[in-house]
């Protein structure tokens, strides 16, 4: 089955500064990618996806790359701020069930 | 509806009782999940629903655990005789087809602590 490494656990920076959270996955047969972010108390909700066929999607201070040849894809978060805080969650999938990573927990500091 | 309908918010209950979890997904979701995410942890699967086919169960972590979906729409987590590990978030997501392709909705889960 398919295997999400997810890095960094945690990350903390400064407001205004950009966030990058990377993840690897193991079944080159996934094609869908989605980011998900979760804040305290709350229902995962879906930021950003990608699909195989795209190599970078951006929606304004998001965006997400991927390298099909390396198994890989990576969430940016520019000019980061206090209410971007929170734990994300990449994940793979080809047609059924969403295997998730670990989590990243993002604080910014004001 | 308009969300992942998720019931009980919160439930409490005693080692060794059984405890049942309901959703009602997006009207019109064909696909139903679970996943279950203790304190500070991950998001792990634990059974999938797609339309009229049998439900992928690989992820229901022992047999005190099972799960079924009515008419395709409403489905029910049930675990038997609860232990304390089973205390978690127990979440519930559906996904449709159409322009929404692949996505994933979660509910708002169902917060359970076993004493």
């Known amino acids: 089955g398919e295997n999400v490494e997810q890095h960094p656990s945690t990350l903390s920076v400064q407001e205004g500064d950009s966030a990058v959270i990377k993840c690897t996955y193991s079944?080159?047969?996934?094609?869908?990618f989605p980011w998900y972010k979760q804040e305290l108390g709350k229902r995962p909700q879906l930021i950003i996806d990608i699909r195989s066929n795209v190599g970078e999607k951006k929606d304004q201070r998001i965006a997400v790359t991927l390298n099909k040849t390396a198994k890989h894809f990576s969430l940016h978060i520019t000019e980061t701020q206090p209410e971007d805080s929170a734990v994300y969650f990449c994940a793979a999938s080809q047609y059924s069930t969403l295997t998730f990573g670990k989590g990243t927990m993002l604080l910014v500091s004001p | 509806g308009a969300g992942v309908s998720q019931s009980p918010s919160n439930k409490v209950t005693e080692k060794g009782k059984d405890v049942e979890l309901r959703c009602d997904p997006i009207?019109?979701?064909?696909?139903l999940y679970w996943y279950r995410q203790s304190l500070g942890q991950g998001l792990e699967f634990l059974i999938y629903f797609q339309g009229n086919s049998a439900p992928d169960k690989s992820g229901l972590p022992s047999d005190r655990f099972s799960a079924e979906r009515t008419g395709g729409s409403v489905s029910t987590l049930t675990i038997q005789r609860t232990q304390q590990e089973d205390s978690a978030v127990y979440l519930c997501a559906s996904r449709g087809g159409g322009a929404s392709g692949n996505t994933i909705y979660f509910g708002e889960g169902s917060w359970l602590t076993v004493v």
């Open positions: 009207s019109g979701h064909t696909a």
């Open positions: 079944d080159s047969a996934s094609n869908y």
